[in-house]
């Protein structure tokens, strides 16, 4: 069986393609670098990260980006000679009324279309296609032609800000869009109409978007047309898969998708969705991507299997050769000289400016830099939170000098809700270990626990999280016992739903490594080891 989600943990906004007997999903990396992700499978089960193809100054530079911006939506296609990726690199947010669609917002999205003949490798310089809105797809016609769909942004007053989806057509000759741009689908009434996808079948194009946000409404909604210019019918059922009705789903949040079929001709959807915490609600592990096998009947539509539309936790699998399985457990001893491909760090294409896996061998060395949560340059280096219950850990070499020099774990969501277990230095307690908080949806901005003076030598920091717990440890390197942090902290404010009111919140939770050092002189902190591991439920992770 497949057991949804196939991409746990912060995958949001798949775009699915098969070539031959290889399927590959690219996701949105918002503000995390380098940009996009690719995974491949052969079975549509087990999925293997195998690029990232964004790593350069000249495809993507996220410097001043806000939180939850950068890259949106890309869309990943192949038209029988190289694969086409398109995204977007949002550079203004701004706040919004929650209902997302009214009064005046100015933004910036700016849409690109990268190339490459193979998956994993060099990825072209960028085209720009154009900035009117954002999730802009490619859809490769059978004759040849090639198109391309967004989202159209109104910041006018008093209009719909999500003013349906347009279509221009892409001449790779020019490398640009040429002709009309044309206003196909305007949207349902449920409102927030997004992530088009074009395909043919048939006698038919058939247009899938998103609608009613990436909340608890979120919904994939299908129309059809004659003519790629329209107008489009909608579907019988007018949404073909959403979990917005049903308040009991394992699989919230169900919506953005992108079709594909197998070499049989089996239709499979992929989407994102959302599994929130049972006792609060908060989906602490982001929003992430399933897949289930749909089926075209004979009214030429796209319904799910049991044409309910809802999400599925198990389907059937494929009988191909498995894929190999999805790591849980990981440690990185930092003994090479390239970042283990599941560690990225924050909006910068200059890596070198924040770490180097060389000036001290077999360690990650981070050159403090700006404030933890800064939208320039800050030295921190994570991985994905990928299940409920995790137990992290890494060995810090650091000794600072003032109180402006800080390093240690975090637990990071954006700049306004992370937990961080550091080490600085005070003129009276000296080297200590504390934890900063950043509160989301509090009166207060950050909280800080009473410093923990600590001797010189290697520390080892501990984090164990089980679903909206969070404790903290450590232990002097080499030592046997550990010393835990009597507060208990909440996990469920690294999550969309933990917020101030109007803010972008699009991501999910990291764990990983940070480093500071706001006097401006980059004093480093040296990570000898980082170890990761997705385990069962513990009632009291401090007894193991």
């Known amino acids: 069986m497949i057991r949804n989600p196939i991409l746990p943990g912060f995958n949001p906004d798949p775009s699915i393609c098969r070539v031959g007997d290889d399927y590959f999903i690219a996701t949105s990396t918002f503000e995390w670098f380098p940009g996009v992700q690719i995974h491949h499978s052969r079975d549509l089960a087990n999925w293997t990260l195998v690029a990232r193809p964004l790593v350069r100054a000249s495809q993507l530079d996220m410097r001043g980006d806000p939180d939850s911006c950068g890259v949106w939506a890309p869309c990943l296609t192949h038209d029988g000679t190289?694969?086409?990726?398109?995204?977007?690199?949002?550079?203004?947010?701004?706040?919004?009324?929650?209902?997302?669609?009214?009064?005046?917002?100015?933004?910036?999205?700016?849409?690109?279309?990268?190339?490459?003949?193979?998956?994993?490798?060099?990825?072209?310089?960028?085209?720009?296609?154009?900035?009117?809105?954002?999730?802009?797809?490619?859809?490769?016609?059978?004759?040849?032609?090639?198109?391309?769909?967004?989202?159209?942004?109104?910041?006018?007053?008093?209009?719909?800000?999500?003013?349906?989806?347009?279509?221009q057509e892409y001449d790779p000759a020019t490398e640009k869009l040429v002709g009309a741009r044309t206003n196909i689908f305007p949207g349902t009434a449920l409102g927030l109409t997004e992530a088009p996808h074009l395909y043919r079948r048939g006698e038919f194009y058939y247009l899938l978007t998103a609608e009613g946000g990436t909340g608890w409404n979120h919904a994939v909604t299908m129309a059809r047309s004659r003519a790629i210019t329209g107008p489009y019918e909608l579907h019988p059922d007018t949404y073909i898969l959403s979990s917005r009705t049903r308040p009991d789903a394992v699989l919230a949040r169900a919506g953005h998708a992108d079709l594909v079929h197998t070499a049989e001709g089996e239709p499979w959807l992929a989407y994102l969705c959302g599994r929130p915490l049972p006792s609060r609600g908060r989906c602490v592990l982001g929003r992430e991507t399933a897949i289930q096998p749909m089926r075209w009947a004979e009214d030429g539509w796209l319904y799910t299997r049991d044409g309910r539309g809802l999400p599925e936790l198990e389907v059937p699998a494929l009988s191909n050769t498995p894929s190999p399985a999805r790591p849980t457990e990981e440690r990185h001893d930092f003994d090479s000289a390239t970042l283990p491909i599941d560690l990225q760090w924050l909006r910068t294409p200059e890596p070198n400016r924040i770490f180097s896996l060389t000036a001290r061998p077999g360690h990650l060395r981070l050159f403090g830099r700006e404030t933890i949560g800064s939208v320039f340059t800050q030295a921190l280096v994570a991985r994905r939170l990928q299940a409920f219950c995790t137990s992290t850990r890494c060995v810090l070499d650091f000794e600072?000098?003032?109180?402006?020099?800080?390093?240690?774990?975090?637990?990071?969501?954006?700049?306004?809700?992370?937990?961080?277990?550091?080490?600085?230095?005070?003129?009276?307690?000296?080297?200590?270990?504390?934890?900063?908080?950043?509160?989301?949806?509090?009166?207060?901005?950050?909280?800080?626990?009473?410093?923990?003076?600590?001797?010189?030598?290697?520390?080892?920091?501990?984090?164990?999280?089980?679903?909206?717990?969070?404790?903290?440890?450590?232990?002097?390197?080499?030592?046997?016992?550990?010393?835990?942090?009597?507060?208990?902290?909440?996990?469920?404010?690294?999550?969309?739903?933990?917020?101030?009111?109007?803010?972008?919140?699009?991501?999910?939770?990291?764990?990983?490594?940070?480093?500071?050092?706001?006097?401006?002189?980059g004093t480093p902190a040296d990570f000898d080891w980082f170890a990761y591991r997705e385990r069962a439920f513990s009632p009291d992770p401090t007894t193991g």
């Open 82 to 167: 190289r694969f086409h990726l398109l995204y977007t690199d949002v550079k203004r947010y701004g706040r919004t009324t929650m209902g997302g669609a009214s009064g005046a917002s100015l933004r910036d999205f700016h849409n690109y279309l990268v190339t490459c003949d193979t998956i994993d490798g060099t990825w072209s310089d960028p085209i720009h296609l154009n900035s009117s809105g954002f999730d802009p797809s490619m859809f490769h016609d059978d004759d040849g032609r090639k198109w391309v769909v967004n989202q159209l942004w109104d910041h006018r007053p008093g209009r719909n800000r999500f003013a349906g989806i347009v279509l």
């Open 400 to 521: 600072p000098q003032d109180f402006q020099q800080a390093a240690g774990l975090v637990v990071y969501y954006n700049s306004t809700k992370f937990h961080y277990l550091h080490v600085s230095h005070d003129e009276e307690v000296g080297r200590h270990l504390r934890v900063m908080t950043a509160l989301p949806d509090a009166p207060q901005g950050d909280a800080f626990t009473a410093p923990i003076p600590l001797p010189a030598g290697p520390v080892e920091l501990r984090c164990e999280v089980d679903y909206e717990r969070l404790r903290f440890g450590w232990r002097m390197a080499g030592a046997e016992a550990w010393h835990w942090l009597p507060e208990l902290f909440d996990a469920s404010i690294l999550s969309d739903e933990a917020s101030a009111p109007g803010l972008p919140n699009f991501t999910g939770a990291f764990i990983g490594m940070a480093c500071q050092d706001m006097g401006g002189m």
